[in-house]
């Protein structure tokens, strides 16, 4: 039980353009899915939390606007990095957590984005 | 703010070694604390947690953890490490309640069969 997926796993798009990372919990219900970013050598770093049906929670120095949240459903929450550039190059890992273990978190695969 | 701090970027052992990775913690208040796996390729695993009780807390594949408050400390240990156990560790943190965890740098470790 308790797994995540991350759609795509890898992606390779240009400069300017839009990408969508989807994010699911297949056999739970999730009631906040978070969103990292790792860079190569670190940790990683929470970027925002999202509840179902409500605006996404940014952490201080993540741009609302670039990096657009949106958690439809209980199982699916999507992240969409806008405009990418090269320095958005990077390796997103969403997490979900469910009710019933609310203090733990399911991480997915993670979705390497790469901005040429 | 709440950080959390991983002692080793690297350690290397050769098999049955034993195994201590050190984490300690900054923060103001009540803590859960985590140990995360990461296999080469794989994603993040939750190895044990730790939110009240017992400060010995034991999880998957033979790891353990133990939590010192005066320490401010979670390290995790394991008897007698295996090639398979060849990882990335990430140590975490949450204030009790806020489900927003703060990661260490992680420790890779590499088990020389």
């Known amino acids: 039980g308790a797994v995540v997926s991350q759609h795509p796993s890898r992606v390779i798009c240009k400069s300017g353009t839009s990408v969508k990372i989807e994010c699911r919990s297949l056999d739970f219900q999730a009631t906040t899915m978070f969103w990292y970013r790792q860079f190569p050598k670190q940790s990683l770093m929470l970027m925002a939390t999202?509840?179902?049906?409500?605006?996404?929670?940014?952490e201080q120095g993540v741009e609302k606007d670039k990096f657009l949240i949106n958690h439809a459903s209980l199982t699916l929450s999507t992240l969409t990095v806008t405009s990418a550039h090269p320095e958005d190059s990077s390796f997103y890992i969403c997490?979900?957590?469910?009710?019933?273990?609310?203090?733990?978190?399911?991480f997915g695969p993670g979705t390497r984005l790469t901005v040429l | 703010a709440q950080s959390v701090s991983q002692h080793n970027h690297h350690v290397i052992l050769s098999e049955a070694a034993s195994l201590e990775l050190g984490c300690n913690y900054s923060?103001?208040?009540?803590?859960?604390l985590f140990w995360y796996v990461q296999y080469p390729g794989q994603h993040l695993q939750l190895l044990l947690k730790y939110f009240s009780g017992d400060p010995l807390v034991k999880g998957i594949k033979g790891f353990e953890a133990e939590f010192i408050k005066s320490k401010f400390s979670f390290n995790l240990r394991k008897p007698s490490v295996q090639w398979s156990d060849t990882a990335e560790y990430f140590c975490?943190?949450?204030?009790?309640?806020?489900?927003?965890?703060?990661f260490g740098k992680g420790t890779k470790l590499s088990v020389i069969p």
């Open positions: 997490s979900a957590r469910s009710s019933g273990e609310p203090d733990t978190q399911y």
């Open positions: 923060y103001g208040g009540t803590v859960n």
């Open positions: 975490a943190v949450s204030g009790a309640g806020s489900y927003q965890l703060t």
């Open positions: 999202s509840n179902e049906g409500s605006k996404a929670t940014y």
